[in-house]
């Protein structure tokens, strides 16, 4: 009987005998007495939130108002209690776990890019909690990876003035920002059984078209347009230092270019240009068309909480490509390594696992460095 129980045997004894106890459980044992309410605190709940951002990569990048409605800070916003607004937290940070992984990873790059604020982590504040997120079904109306974006970090998004927000429109399209050259995307429900994309098809991370451009996933989408278009920020110098041509077939590329690569290695964006669903523009674009334009985005570094530069590769067409932000240590007429000391060992230790460091370096057009 919970109400015989002090909560210092709760608290020290029983909650640390059950491993990791869902949020309702958690609740369950708050509502039984007394005891339960004392046990089952806010910073009960706000040790559940330091483990999920632990667990998905997010420490650094976003964060809770820790100390908001304690004595001597801001009180709560009418309408949320302290243990509502960190349980609701928790709850979001509870969802899923590859869209907040994938999601963070985003974020880190765009923190390179100077995308978020100065002032990092990006706070889920209260008062957005209670305004926007005041139940789980008005969070979980988009899928995963876009309302992380939509309600978390895009409105805390800038590229050169331009708030990089998502919003809906009344087509039932989504705009971020006001570029729509590139910016308008759709909601892919469904690919057609043949499509390579199918194969990592993520209902939480859904495919999304933009213009005759189809992405794998909502996350590719928005690390692509870091890379392509965000890419120009204020005291941002990201420098394209080779390009390489590699034949088509050979297999060494084609491995790079449709293999997995591993969580640590690296974050891959995909697309294929030119490739609408069937029925969507005139001539109806086949397969193997899709196939011939796909393209693919590499970054090895930026991504990690301990990377400072980032570093991509873009493959295509039969060609490698490479891109810094490390500003050049020397003038172009050095070696590569010495004007990149950071990014070339980097570069070479992910395409030796290909067989690739050599080629690629030997066969750069060096005229292409800028």
Avoid at 173 to 201: N, Q, S
Avoid at 243 to 266: Q, S, T, W
């Amino acid at each position: 009987m919970a109400h015989v129980l002090g909560s210092d045997i709760w608290l020290n004894r029983i909650l640390l005998i059950v491993h990791e106890p869902a949020l309702l459980d958690l609740l369950a044992v708050r509502a039984t007495s007394r005891s339960g309410s004392l046990v089952v605190t806010a910073d009960v709940i706000l040790h559940r939130i330091d483990r999920a951002l632990g667990r998905n990569g997010l420490v650094g990048l976003i964060d809770v108002e820790r100390r908001r409605g304690t004595a001597g800070h801001p009180a709560m916003p009418k309408g949320i209690s302290r243990f509502s607004y960190l349980l609701r937290c928790a709850c979001l940070l509870g969802m899923g776990r590859r869209e907040w992984r994938a999601m963070g990873k985003a974020l880190r790059l765009a923190r390179i890019y100077r995308l978020t604020p100065e002032q990092m982590p990006i706070l889920v504040t209260a008062a957005r909690v209670l305004t926007y997120l005041p139940t789980k079904a008005s969070f979980i109306e988009l899928p995963l990876a876009m309302a992380i974006y939509k309600k978390i970090i895009g409105h805390q998004l800038n590229y050169q003035g331009t708030n990089l927000a998502l919003r809906r429109q009344t087509s039932g399209a989504f705009r971020i920002g006001d570029a729509l050259r590139f910016k308008m995307v759709r909601v892919v429900d469904e690919l057609p059984p043949e499509h390579p994309y199918r194969r990592c098809l993520n209902a939480e991370d859904p495919a999304v078209q933009e213009g005759v451009a189809l992405y794998p996933s909502y996350s590719a989408f928005i690390v692509r347009n870091i890379f392509e278009h965000w890419n120009k920020a204020e005291g941002v110098t990201e420098t394209r230092v080779l390009h390489a041509a590699i034949e088509r077939g050979d297999n060494r590329y084609r491995r790079l270019l449709r293999d997995g690569v591993g969580e640590e290695d690296g974050i891959v964006a995909e697309c294929c240009m030119g490739g609408a669903l069937p029925g969507e523009l005139p001539g109806q674009l086949t397969l193997l068309n899709c196939l011939q334009t796909s393209y693919r985005f590499i970054a090895i570094s930026g991504f990690r909480d301990t990377d400072t530069i980032a570093v991509y590769l873009m493959m295509g067409m039969g060609g490698i490509e490479l891109f810094t932000t490390e500003p050049p240590a020397a003038g172009k007429s050095a070696p590569f390594n010495a004007r990149f000391p950071v990014t070339m060992p980097r570069v070479r230790c992910f395409l030796g696992k290909y067989d690739l460091d050599e080629a690629v370096i030997s066969r750069a057009i060096t005229t292409f460095v800028v």
